[in-house]
């Protein structure tokens, strides 16, 4: 198990980060919902040039070398997301991103191999960066965007380690 939302504590340390920061108009909100776990939900919009919401764990450390990937278990409104990972403690460093596409409404395992994860700044994928190093992961985040205008919601219960 590397997180379990199941734990309010496991959520407790997250945060919104949304066009806001930007001057788009885009809100989200990130709590822990009993018998569910992790919950990422809110509006994006399109005003003031905005168009993603997005949630970020605090800094920590996680050694993920073991692992050829990431399993979630979560439950979705049939969007699709982005799973961030970051090996540096910088707000607005290199972000390693992976897709991935809900099933409205239920839960549902998901797989995301770590050489699918793409080096990105701003959304915009970066060529000259070095490849994603799992072995000193620094925080995790989900993020919505592409797009995707209105309200969402994400529920999820875990992320585990994938041999």
């Avoid at 709590?31 to 919401?53: K, M, Q, W």
């Amino acid at each position: 198990m590397v997180i379990d939302f199941g734990d309010a504590r496991a959520v407790c340390n997250w945060q919104a980060i949304d066009d806001r920061i930007m001057g788009g108009c885009s809100q989200s909100r990130v709590e822990h919902i009993d018998n569910v776990g992790l919950r990422f939900s809110g509006t994006v919009s399109f005003a003031n040039n905005g168009g993603f919401a997005s949630i970020r764990s605090a800094t920590g450390k996680w050694s993920l070398d073991q692992y050829r990937g990431l399993k979630l278990w979560l439950r979705g409104d049939g969007k699709t997301y982005k799973l961030s990972l970051r090996t540096d403690i910088y707000f607005d460093g290199v972000s390693y991103q992976t897709s991935f596409t809900t099933t409205e409404d239920s839960w549902q395992e998901i797989f995301l191999p770590f050489n699918a994860f793409i080096p990105t700044h701003h959304g915009v994928r970066l060529s000259t960066v070095a490849p994603l190093d799992v072995s000193c992961i620094r925080s995790f985040g989900f993020f919505i965007a592409d797009r995707q205008e209105g309200d969402f919601q994400l529920d999820v219960a875990w992320i585990k380690g994938d041999c």
